[in-house]
Nanobody, 122 residues
């Protein structure tokens, strides 16, 4: 089970740190990704980290502003988001793969959390 938290209401230019805590299974040996879905839009890829942190992917829309990391001891993956923009407003989901290979495709992640709302005001 994946539990995403850390969302909230923030002004443009602000920062948030999202957390994705896993229970019942370890995510240390699999890829973990973050996706988001804004109202009326399709779910889109944000960032992902491979097993062993050897490869990190990030969407062009968040590059330079978002950093993904993991703490295997806490079985948690983080998404640090800086310089937030109103267009970052969405529900953010974390997802775990069954393999260690990272992907920007949501179909590569069979395990999903419930999402956390991020709202950025202008």
């Amino acid at each position: 089970q994946l539990q995403a938290c850390g969302g909230g209401l923030v002004q443009a230019g602000g920062s948030l740190r999202l957390s994705c805590a896993a229970s019942g299974r370890s995510v240390a040996n699999v890829a973990v990704g973050w996706f988001r879905q804004a109202p009326g839009k399709e779910r889109e890829f944000v960032s992902a980290i491979s097993e062993g942190n050897s490869r990190i992917l990030g969407a062009d829309s968040v590059k330079g502003r978002c950093t993904i990391s993991r703490d295997n001891a806490k079985n948690t993956v983080f998404l640090q988001m800086n310089s937030l923009k109103p267009e970052d407003t969405a529900v953010y989901f974390c997802a775990a793969g069954s393999l260690g290979v990272v992907s920007d495709q949501d179909g590569a992640y069979p395990y999903w959390g419930q999402g956390t709302q991020v709202t950025v005001s202008s």
